[in-house]
């Protein structure tokens, strides 16, 4: 067996799901399988997280959150190092392995908090379909594939890469990866729950009304109601100085 489809299977793939001829068929281009091929009866295996371009925003701002997001789940969250690839038309994609299957509802809800909390500008995409890489995009022609993380900003502009990437390269971005065990992903959840559950609090508790200055004059006085020392106030505090004068009644003639 290729050390590629080793990986693969060890990884992101259900037991029997697919065979070694078909999945081996799959990373040489011959033929393409479902996106779905991670997931059998509403469990998953995989959870696959894109960031696709942000419209009207800064050139490689999708990968600059995904760096971001892939810092948290190791330092914040206390997961193991995800698989990056390139989209075979756009974009990229975050890779984690779930030691054992875990109901894909479950799978998405941890994508949206972890969304929410971190990446707040990228559109939802649940359900999503995503090819698993190395694989060749039969509309486009191009291919998706696993890359180094260092490398990443370097394919900001490109659609997927022309050719095939060589299997032993593919093979070694993937060996020294773990999978996520369920005390581990759960504890992440909870993170994540928790951290979902301050900001929203934070959210509607609702700001203190101001409070009037000492001395402040009432926001709209109307000079009609209002005194001398207001109307100095209100003055001051738009930096000028008042200049009164006593206007002397004119002399009448004798």
Same mark, same amino acid.
């Given at each position: 067996?290729?050390?590629?489809? #080793?990986?693969?299977?060890?990884?992101? !793939?259900? #037991?029997?799901?697919?065979?070694?001829? =078909?999945? &081996?068929?799959?990373?040489?281009?011959? &033929?393409?399988?479902?996106?779905?091929?991670?997931? /059998? %009866?509403?469990?998953? *295996?995989?959870?696959?997280?894109?960031?696709?371009?942000?419209?009207?925003?800064? +050139?490689? *701002?999708?990968?600059?959150?995904?760096?971001?997001?892939?810092?948290?789940? &190791?330092?914040?969250?206390?997961?193991?190092?995800?698989? /990056?690839?390139?989209?075979?038309? %756009?974009?990229?994609?975050?890779?984690?392995?779930?030691?054992?299957?875990?109901?894909?509802?479950?799978?998405?809800?941890?994508?949206?908090?972890?969304?929410?909390?971190?990446?707040?500008?990228? %559109?939802?995409?649940?359900?999503?379909?995503? %090819?698993?890489?190395?694989?060749?995009?039969?509309?486009?022609?191009?291919?998706?594939?696993?890359?180094?993380?260092?490398?990443?900003?370097?394919?900001?502009?490109?659609?997927?890469? +022309?050719?095939?990437?060589?299997?032993?390269?593919?093979?070694?971005?993937? +060996?020294?990866?773990?999978?996520?065990? =369920?005390?581990?992903?759960? =504890?992440? !959840?909870?993170?994540? &729950?928790?951290?979902?559950?301050?900001?929203?609090?934070?959210?509607?508790?609702?700001?203190?009304?101001?409070?009037? =200055?000492?001395?402040?004059?009432?926001?709209?006085?109307?000079?009609?109601?209002?005194? !001398?020392?207001?109307?100095? *106030?209100?003055?001051?505090?738009?930096?000028? +100085?008042?200049?009164?004068?006593?206007?002397?009644?004119?002399?009448?003639?004798?």
């Amino acid at each position: 067996m290729l050390k590629l489809i #080793q990986e693969l299977m060890r990884l992101y !793939l259900p #037991q029997g799901v697919v065979t070694e001829e =078909a999945l &081996q068929a799959h990373i040489l281009g011959q &033929q393409t399988l479902p996106p779905d091929i991670t997931a /059998v %009866e509403g469990m998953t *295996r995989t959870i696959a997280i894109p960031f696709h371009k942000i419209p009207k925003a800064e +050139e490689g *701002r999708h990968w600059t959150l995904l760096c971001e997001v892939a810092n948290a789940l &190791q330092e914040e969250l206390d997961l193991p190092a995800p698989a /990056v690839s390139i989209a075979s038309q %756009e974009g990229f994609c975050l890779w984690l392995s779930l030691a054992t299957p875990l109901p894909s509802i479950e799978a998405g809800r941890f994508v949206e908090l972890l969304r929410q909390a971190y990446f707040p500008e990228i %559109e939802p995409s649940l359900g999503a379909p995503v %090819e698993l890489p190395p694989c060749l995009n039969r509309d486009s022609g191009r291919w998706t594939a696993f890359i180094n993380p260092g490398m990443g900003a370097s394919f900001i502009g490109e659609p997927g890469l +022309e050719i095939a990437p060589p299997q032993a390269a593919q093979a070694a971005f993937l +060996e020294g990866l773990e999978s996520i065990d =369920a005390a581990r992903f759960g =504890a992440a !959840l909870e993170r994540l &729950q928790s951290r979902g559950a301050g900001m929203a609090s934070t959210d509607s508790t609702p700001a203190p009304a101001p409070t009037a =200055a000492a001395g402040a004059t009432p926001e709209g006085l109307l000079l009609k109601d209002a005194s !001398l020392e207001d109307i100095v *106030r209100h003055l001051h505090a738009m930096n000028i +100085e008042p200049t009164f004068r006593h206007l002397l009644p004119p002399l009448r003639a004798n």
